[in-house]
């Protein structure tokens, strides 16, 4: 369940108004952008851009990066933008980035509908000029190459249908690649990026009552951990348990010596409409401690503001 808290009353015309106000003046009001943005959903701020743009013709997107700055600025900038071209985005900084962080695709590619990340490609050849599987591929050496092209190339299945005797063999076919440490087997590939979510998770329940331990841990089984394994193990979890995944980014985000601000950013605006409620849930059981308060001591300002009215916190 999404977070995200609506007023009952909504104006795309009464908010261009207030925003452009809060633009005014010796100082832009960020309070102002927090109290209409931070309890806007997408349709209705899709309507807020477009209103601006006809009462001022002005582009209300490049009028907020300007006047904002740091972890806020980023925040409202992904948060404005419509779910697609926020996730384009997101892909483009992950690739762009001079420590890669391939997470950002395995989520997309494993955790969206088929539909939403086919939306998410085409905004990306839209905004970049260029597929999202050709710079993948450009910006990945080796192996990582041969699963994330496969990931994000794919348009999965997304019945509920199974079949129970390709689980049980599929998942004989991962063990024993896992078995004999062959990671990056052709085989594991294909049946992570090719399966549907359904059968996949019929595989990886075979997988746990044929050989009593979870893919999940025999993945991570080795005392040397490589970069391929993390990335195979993030797509089983996101593929099998996206709650569990995303609470566990967070809490990494959070617990690290300075703050992962870039992840938790990204995790709350891109689940806030979606699924944040239940993520809290599972990061409540994990930390006996509530996302909330856990934000609320490690950010501060307007940035803090803006996340804390995403998670659905009341004042």
Known sequence: MATLITPPHFSAVEDAEALR???????TDEKAIVRILGHRNAVQRKQIR???DQLFQEDLVKRLESDLSGHFERAVYRWI???ADRDAVLANVALRKSEYDFNVLIELSCVLSPE?????KRAYQFRYKHSLEEDVASHNPGDLRKLLVALVGVYRY??????????NSE????H????????????????????SKAQLNATFNRYREEHKLSITKDLLGASAVSEFQKALHATVRCINDPHKYYAKLLRDGIKRIGTDEDTLTRVIVTRAEKDLKDIKEVYYKKNSVS??????KEISGDYKALLLALIGKQD
Not at 116 to 120: G, I, K, P, Q, Y
Not at 291 to 296: C, G, H, K, P, T
């Open 291 to 296: 996302l909330d308060d856990a934000v609320s």
């Open 176 to 195: 024993e690649a896992i078995k004999k440490k062959d990671f990056n087997s052709d085989e594991v590939i294909r049946i992570l990026s090719t399966r």
């Open 171 to 174: 998942a004989d076919i991962l």
């Open 81 to 83: 933008l419509d779910p």
């Open 50 to 52: 477009e209103a601006y």
């Open 116 to 120: 939403e990340f086919l939306a998410v």
């Open 21 to 27: 106000n809060a633009f005014k003046g010796w100082g």
């Open 158 to 167: 997304n019945g509920e249908e199974i079949n129970a005797t390709l689980a």
